[in-house]
């Protein structure tokens, strides 16, 4: 279990972490409503498929035009197949991470302490070639343990492919 929650911490503050690559190319679409204002994050739209140590784990991640960047970690003992990954499903073998960050340093992510609109993603499609889905969710951002704001992601999209 540590393995799995260890795979999705890293891929999740790998995508974090990344600068968008002006010259980069997308490699599919990613679209959300975040606080009721529309937004698209086609900007390097992609997703990377990851087995190591027996753990599979899909990132998909985009940033809009004034940077912004949504991201979303699957990682479980199973390939990531159709079907719905919750955050609230936490300790059955899947983990689901999701996070929207803001330059320079501002990241939101989902609230292990809340028992309301967990962040949640369904898998409509996937091949070799690409993962299509939704997702939505509410993702907090926190000084030290307490939440000072809330970002509302709904209507979410995601048609990407893998490199």
């Not at 960050?101 to 501002?106: A, D, E, L, Q």
Request: charged share 10%; proline share 3%; hydrophobic share 35%.
């Amino acid at each position: 279990m540590q393995k799995i929650f260890f795979l999705a911490l890293v891929l999740f503050l790998a995508f974090v972490s990344c600068k968008k690559d002006s010259s980069s190319t997308s490699s599919g679409s990613i679209s959300a409503t975040v606080n009721d204002t529309s937004a698209t994050f086609n900007n390097s739209a992609l997703a990377i498929n990851t087995t190591a140590n027996g753990v599979y784990g899909i990132s998909i991640t985009g940033f809009a035009d004034n940077s912004n960047q949504i991201s979303i970690n699957i990682s479980g003992p199973n390939p990531v197949t159709t079907g719905t990954y919750s955050f609230s499903t936490r300790g059955t073998g899947d983990q689901l991470s999701m996070g929207y960050s803001i330059p320079p340093n501002i990241t939101y992510i989902q609230d292990s302490t809340s028992t309301a609109n967990y962040a949640t993603v369904v898998i409509t499609a996937i091949s070799s070639t690409s993962v299509q889905g939704t997702f939505t969710g509410d993702l907090k951002l926190f000084s030290g343990t307490s939440v000072v704001k809330t970002k509302s992601v709904t209507n979410g999209t995601f048609n990407v492919k893998f490199p």
